[in-house]
């Protein structure tokens, strides 16, 4: 059974990098595709982007200039960071398992952390 | 960008009855060469993280009760609960992957009238 977790500071203070790690059990970080995707009231469900098994990676362009989406197979993790917050990236943020090579639906998620961007 | 509109935003159903949502895109995503359609349903519940019901439109992920069907092609889908349980009570979403910009509707609530 796959399990995600993620992991971070659950406070950022404006124009600084939020950083995140998403731990996987029960699948090896080597396969599938692995997303970040956030959550807030006022945008909804918003991916982030994806890391995949080949160390390809894809970003939401709306993001793509202050994301970067990074593995590490020796700890079977992978990690986000976005610079330069502002309140708008106040969200839950979700780490994700694409269910199948390239088909980007996504069949387990982490159970999401709360990141405020706040002074 | 591909725009994913839910209809209703919210709705109320009685226990047992059926509830349907809706789900249009602003863009085909059926993909001709395999006549797929790319579009996969979520059930949220309150302080979980969104779960997968649906793939290929259609296709109910592994221990979905079966109760739960979807349906529609190119930009017009619906997610449709037979008989409404109180565990049903959530918020579902539909979400593309036909392009790689993966957007999501913006959620429709449904509740126990």
């Known amino acids: 059974q796959v399990q995600l977790q993620e992991s971070g500071p659950g406070l950022v203070k404006p124009s600084e990098t939020l950083s995140l790690i998403c731990t996987v059990s029960?699948?090896?970080?080597?396969?599938?595709?692995w997303s970040w995707i956030r959550q807030s009231p006022g945008k909804g469900l918003e991916w982030i982007g994806h890391m995949s098994y080949s160390g390809r990676s894809n970003y939401n362009p709306s993001l793509k200039s202050r994301v970067t989406i990074s593995t590490d197979t020796s700890r079977n993790q992978f990690s986000l960071k976005l610079s330069s917050v502002t309140a708008a990236d106040t969200a839950v943020y979700y780490c994700?398992?694409?269910?199948?090579?390239?088909?980007?639906?996504?069949?387990?998620w982490g159970q999401g952390t709360l990141v405020t961007v706040s002074s | 960008d591909i725009v994913m509109t839910q209809s209703p935003d919210s709705l109320a159903v009685s226990l047992g009855e059926r509830a349907t949502v809706n789900c249009k895109s602003s863009?085909?995503?059926?993909?001709?060469?395999?006549?797929?359609?790319?579009l996969a349903w979520y059930q949220q519940k309150l302080g979980q993280p969104p779960k997968l019901l649906m793939y290929w439109a259609s296709i109910r992920e592994s221990g979905v009760p079966d109760r739960f069907s979807g349906s529609g092609s190119g930009t017009d889908f619906t997610l449709t609960i037979t008989s409404l349980q109180a565990e049903d009570v959530a918020v579902y979403y539909c979400q593309q992957y036909y392009t790689t910009l993966y957007t999501f509707g913006q959620g429709t609530r449904l509740e126990i009238k």
């Open positions: 863009q085909s995503v059926l993909d001709s060469s395999n006549k797929k359609n790319y």
């Open positions: 029960g699948a090896s970080i080597s396969n599938y595709y």
């Open positions: 994700a398992k694409a269910a199948l090579a390239g088909l980007m639906y996504f069949d387990c």
